[in-house]
């Protein structure tokens, strides 16, 4: 007999599985196609070698939200997020190496070997683009609104957002606007000196795209990685996750079984 369902959602990667769980949760009973026999997508832990597991494409966490994490209770079910001390090394050809530390005092510190004014520089570019990435950040979580016909909820939520943005200042909110567009080399120069530093700090625009530090625009990757990735704003990289297949595999196992059915070797017809 036919079997019929309210959803089916074709691919158990990350965003098929989280789909999948918001959907149980509203009440509706969602199926996903997995074709391979594992689910997890690109966040796969893999054994490579009897006894030798690793994720075998993503090596960071990305932009995990922490209201995801939190909602799915991924840390009672294995996820360990790790943020080592050093989140950057860039080496320079005469020798040298900027080191780049997770906490920023000590980052400063490192920076004001190479300039001083750098090393401030560095904790007011981390203030600026924490305030802005905040308020961009919370206009992330929200559905986009009807234009033609805003429903009062789509009026709440642009409301909510013209008042952080007026939050920010007279002086943040011009950046909103000139940073979006601009390169990120050109964002950098305009709080630092020292080269390794620039390029460090701009390579978070350009990484997994296909821009250039000169790109029109790669300001704006900046700053929206910084959005979704509170944890590490001013830094180049996310915290990394060593075992990032497990909770995809719990997902299934455990969690959510009972609310939505996972078929792994199913693609669709
Ligand atoms: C080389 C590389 C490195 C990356 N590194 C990182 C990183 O370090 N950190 C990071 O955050 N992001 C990284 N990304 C980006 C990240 O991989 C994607 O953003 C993420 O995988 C998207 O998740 P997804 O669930 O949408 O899709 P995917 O993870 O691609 O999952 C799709 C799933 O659908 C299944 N599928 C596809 N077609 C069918 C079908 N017809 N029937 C049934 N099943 C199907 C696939 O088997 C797969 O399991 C990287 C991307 C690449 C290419």
Redesign the pocket.
Known sequence: MAETRDVVI????????VTAFYLAKAGFKPLV????AQ?????ITEEFHPGFRCST???????LRADVVRDMQLKQHGLELVTPEVSTASLTTDGRALILYADTKKAAQEISRWSQKDATGYADFGNALAKISKVIGQALTLTPPNIDSPSSGDLWGMLKTGRSIRNLGKKDMYRVLRWGPMAAADLVSEFFDTEPLRATVAARGIF?TFLGPWSAGSALVLLLRAASDPEARARSRKPWQPQQGKPAQRFVSTLMSPKFESRMG???A
């Open positions: 074709v691919g158990g990667g990350h965003n098929g599985l196609l997995e074709r391979r689910v997890g997508g690109a966040a494409l993503a090596h960071n966490a990305g932009s997994g199913s693609p669709p």
